[in-house]
């Protein structure tokens, strides 16, 4: 597959806040730093701001105050040389080209060659085999999202943001995919930042847990997730996973009470 050759950058937000014209506060001032290499999921209620900031990351939204720094550099930066790869809830694949057509444009835009093998190999990763010139609008809407999950993996990006990847597959396959896409980001050494509803997701895929507070989001607690990899199924099951989700749960429980976001006109 191809990647980006540079080291996998950190991400540093520095009294990061958003306020949408409407003057819904959308997010507190924060300053969280995100360690190269590592995996950090972000959760916290529905709405309380969670794509937001993974959007501010990306450079797909302006800061209303503070500032993102990928590397050292503005995200405008890691974005020109297509250091990152964003999937989002919504898949947003062309219709008129095929899984495979998707891929490979994510693949033409980033200037990386087409090789064939590796393709067809990350087409077989996200169990799509047999689809591969299949258009979007016949596949469900769960396929559509693997295939989204595929085209963000294709350039070997140096970060890799998802938003709630596996929110629309089943269950199988969420586990499936669970397994076997930590190891790709592993052995590659991304950066991934993973937005999800699932406490028991972000137990299992990832080394720090940020708990988010209800709207406008504020950092509740950030939480070391020290367990061994690779890690299978049978994890789940152990003492020390159980103690890591009763924790994100009761974080979750302080960081619902419901706020009045400030509005710009009062």
């Known amino acids: 597959m191809a990647r980006d050759d540079r080291p996998p950058p ?33 959760v916290g209620p529905s709405g309380c701001g969670k794509s937001t900031l993974l959007r501010l990351i990306s450079g797909l939204e302006t800061p209303s105050i503070g500032r993102v720094e990928i590397g050292g550099a503005p995200p405008a930066d890691t974005l020109a040389r297509a ?22 444009l994510a693949l ?13 190999q990350l087409i077989r990763l996200v169990g799509l085999d047999g689809f591969a010139d299949v ?11 693997r295939a989204a999950i595929a085209r963000a993996l294709a350039t070997g ?14 269950e199988l396959t969420r586990q499936q995919l669970a397994q076997d896409l930590p190891r790709i980001w592993e052995a ?24 988010l507070s209800a709207r406008p989001a504020e950092v509740i607690e950030d939480i070391a997730v020290d367990l061994p990899r690779p ?17 994100v749960f ?15 006109a009062q």
Request: proline share 7%; net charge negative.
């Open 10 to 42: 950190g991400i540093v937000c520095t009294g990061l806040g958003k306020t949408f014209p409407d003057g819904t506060a959308a997010l507190c001032p924060i300053d969280l730093t995100f360690q190269a290499g590592h995996t950090t999921a972000l």
């Open 83 to 104: 250091g990152l790869a964003v999937a989002f809830q919504d898949p947003s694949l062309l219709p008129w080209r095929t899984v495979r057509g998707n891929i490979e």
């Open 108 to 120: 033409g835009l980033a200037r990386h060659p087409v090789v064939d093998r590796d393709v067809d």
């Open 135 to 145: 258009r979007p609008a016949a596949l469900s809407g769960g396929m559509r999202q």
């Open 157 to 170: 990006p140096g970060l890799l943001l998802l938003d709630e990847p596996f929110g629309a597959v089943d």
């Open 188 to 211: 590659r050494g991304t950066t991934t930042v993973l937005v999800t509803h699932s406490v028991s997701e972000a137990v299992m895929l990832s080394d720090r847990i940020i708990v």
């Open 231 to 247: 890690r299978d199924p049978d994890l789940g099951r152990s003492a020390e996973f159980d103690a890591l989700t009763d924790r």
């Open 250 to 264: 009761a974080a979750l429980s302080r960081g619902m009470v419901t706020r009045e976001p400030p509005l710009a």
